[in-house]
């Protein structure tokens, strides 16, 4: 089983990240493509860009919704099933984020996700 780790794509790559994979929809503010270190974009696991602006618009007060509706979303995404397939051999998987807030972003939903799913 690949072990999931998140991290914000601001804080430096080490030894033990495995494959880095970027799981925002857009590119993360402040950073040239040349200086992040990634194997991989995978841009189709995110959340929808629809499910991304209802969220932002109130964080604090949609989490729990967001939550729920992105789970909804990673359910039925034959996207998801490709991803995992991808990193299923890998012995760790860091999965890249850009959001400020470390406890409460899709990165963590996405690795209860595949944590859940691979379990």
């Excluded at 209802?54 to 991803?83: K, M, N």
Aim: hydrophobic share 40%.
């Amino acid at each position: 089983m690949t072990r999931i780790a998140i991290k914000r794509v601001y804080e430096p790559a080490t030894d033990t990240d495995g494959l880095r994979v970027l799981v925002d929809k857009l590119w993360p503010r402040g950073i040239r493509k040349e200086a992040l270190h990634y194997d991989l974009w995978a841009k189709e696991i995110a959340p929808s860009a629809p499910l991304r602006r209802w969220f932002h618009a109130d964080p604090q007060g949609r989490w729990e919704e967001f939550r729920r509706r992105y789970l909804h979303e990673l359910a039925a995404s034959p996207a998801v099933r490709a991803f995992v397939a991808k990193i299923e051999k890998e012995p760790c998987a860091t999965l890249l984020y850009a959001s400020k807030n470390a406890e409460e972003n899709h990165a963590r939903v996405l690795r209860e996700y595949l944590e859940r799913e691979s379990g």
